[in-house]
């Protein structure tokens, strides 16, 4: 039961990187690999502020905020510099490898002893939970409504946000930059907000992870880009198209999904190692089979 | 108004020589005046359209556009007074975005973007009465992705989006090219009317020579990156598409002469 809960736990938490994605790679289709660098500094920042005694919220506050902050750098680098997606991402994440580095002052930092935000609401929770006859679990089960708590929260905002006239003008920038343009918006700045945005989620996954496991760790983002996009790729694979809500929501299922496959690739005798190995087969086998299925009818409505 | 003086935009091939693909161009389009554009492949016209644009940076000359000197603008300053329609329907669409969305952003052309929500009820109301107003049946595909729509209907969204807020100049860039004759003659018919309806001051570029006779109150013939023929009035109301294949015959024949034989005769033409 507890384990479970703990996979769910972490799918949940997860589906912020996912949700970072599915703004950086299917809304301004930029394969953005500063997510790898951002969850780590998300969780670094996070981490250092609890240690230093600063409120758990804005600590957690803070991770997402220094995340956003690495998004507007490769932004920036690819609007102002046109450096090439892919390049801008490599940049800011190797230099980000040094920047976690130095914040966290050493490899890794416990969070024993600090109070983090998810030992605050499953104080509050704790007795709703055990009521429930979680028994156990009951801490678990806490824990879990916290992360579904935010994520839905951060679905409601996404939702809402690319609704909103600056939001939709950053959907037709990441999808048709000409039309953007000739309707007066400067898609570089648009494509530095997205990204800045994408790696806020993105950071505050990793915040949260590190206080959900007790501590952050400067190698906790290493594939996290390739994780994400497994979980959109997957979430669209569940409900196949449909408008903005329904493919937020898609994302998310898509990231609990993947970690229940995985927790139970595990469990028939995955070995651990071959974790990452697997998650990049299963993105290039999203990434190809759409292409395999659909060869026939594409080459006819080209002719 | 549009107003274009000594434009010119120079191209050098690696190592070929320097060509200038507009050549100081100087014209205006007053206030109200349906302009159509033609001329060959290479003639300079496109480029022409985009250095009003702002897509093609000038070497030398001006453009203003309602006495506002936009010669050093970006494309996307532009779209304050300059409205435009792209020949790709994919280009001046949001495939993903709902019809409604596309309109929404349209909406907010040349103007600051907040945090107001993009489709308020006001705005469906209004897009579904002018989507009607100009092809019937399209008011009823506002939620749909843009994307499933065939070209002919995405240029005719293309149309309201660009004249949504009456513009200064409206470019079009051979906005029927990419469609079926019936879609294209559709097409031709929606802008006519806006045209006429907004009074607007329009600037068109086409291949048709069909179109160039039938629309428009004047018509300027690019060649060799300099206006050749410019017809406007009564004169113009008489072109037909023969005349002006007639036209092309001899501007090509006039280019296998020596330049200043090729010029004379040029003048002699236009």
């Known amino acids: 039961m507890i384990t479970l809960l703990a996979t769910w736990t972490f799918g949940v938490t997860l589906a912020l990187v996912a949700l970072g994605v599915f703004v950086s790679y299917r809304l301004f289709a930029f394969p953005d690999i500063t997510t790898d660098g951002s969850f780590t500094l998300g969780a670094v920042t996070t981490t250092v502020l609890l240690v230093a005694g600063h409120d758990p919220a804005i600590a957690t506050l803070g991770g997402a905020a220094a995340g956003a902050a690495a998004g507007a750098c490769t932004g920036l680098l690819h609007a102002i510099l046109g450096i090439e997606p892919l390049l801008s991402g490599i940049l800011v994440t190797t230099a980000l490898s040094s920047v976690n580095l130095v914040v966290l002052g050493r490899s890794n930092v416990p969070l024993a002893g600090t109070a983090t935000l998810l030992d605050r609401a499953e104080a509050i929770l704790l007795p709703a939970t055990t009521a429930a006859g979680f028994g156990d679990a009951a801490a678990e089960a806490a824990r879990l409504i916290v992360m579904l708590a935010a994520v839905g929260i951060a679905v409601l905002f996404l939702w809402a ?34 990204l800045a945005i994408a790696n806020a989620l993105t950071a505050l996954s990793g915040a949260f992870v590190a206080q959900v496991q007790g501590f952050a760790d400067v190698q906790m983002g290493i594939g996290m880009v390739v994780w994400g996009m497994a979980s959109v ?6 409900v196949g198209p449909v408008r903005l809500g329904g493919a937020l929501v898609a994302t998310v299922a898509g990231s609990i999904t993947f970690r229940l496959l995985v927790a139970s690739a595990l469990r028939a005798g995955l070995h651990p190692d071959w974790l990452k190995a697997a998650t990049a087969l299963v993105v290039l086998a999203a990434l190809v089979a759409p292409r395999l299925l659909t060869r026939r009818p594409q080459a006819s409505a080209a002719r | 108004m549009l107003d274009v003086r000594h434009a010119t935009v120079a191209f050098s091939a690696p190592g070929g020589p320097l060509v200038r693909a507009v050549d100081d161009v100087s014209f205006t389009i007053p206030v109200g005046t349906f302009v159509v554009v033609i001329g060959t492949n290479g003639s300079g016209k496109s480029t022409l359209l985009g250095a009003i644009a702002g897509t093609v940076r000038l070497d030398a000359g001006s453009i203003h556009v309602a006495g506002h000197d936009l010669t050093r603008w970006r494309e996307n300053r532009r779209a304050r007074y300059v409205g435009r329609v792209f020949q790709d329907p994919r280009a001046g669409t949001a495939s993903s975005l709902s019809v409604l969305e596309n309109i929404a952003v349209a909406a907010c052309r040349g103007r600051p973007v907040g945090l107001g929500w993009a489709t308020p009820q006001r705005l469906r109301a209004e ?144």
């Open chain 1, 161 to 194: 946000f690319f609704r909103t006239n600056l939001g939709t003008a950053m959907r037709a920038g990441g999808d048709t930059a000409s039309m953007a343009r000739a309707l007066g918006r400067n898609t570089g700045l648009l494509t530095v907000a997205g």
């Open chain 1, 233 to 238: 790729f997957l979430g669209a694979a569940l």
């Open chain 2, 127 to 270: 897009a579904a009465q002018r989507l009607a107003a100009i092809q019937p049946g399209l008011e009823k595909r506002l939620d749909q992705p843009i994307g499933s729509m065939s070209g002919g209907q995405r240029q005719i969204v293309s149309l309201v989006m660009a004249t949504w807020h009456r513009p200064e100049l409206l470019l079009l860039d051979e906005h029927t090219a990419a469609l079926d004759p019936a879609s294209a003659d559709r097409v031709v018919q929606a802008t006519a009317k806006l045209v006429r309806d907004q009074k607007l001051t329009a600037l068109m570029v086409t291949h048709s020579l069909e179109q160039a006779a039938r629309l428009g109150d004047r018509l300027l013939l690019v060649h060799r990156g300099k206006i050749a023929v410019d017809v406007e009035g009564g004169a113009k109301r008489r072109l037909t598409p023969e005349d002006l294949a007639s036209r092309f015959d001899r501007l090509r024949r006039a280019d296998q002469l020596d330049d200043p034989a090729a010029r004379t005769l040029r003048d002699l033409y236009a």
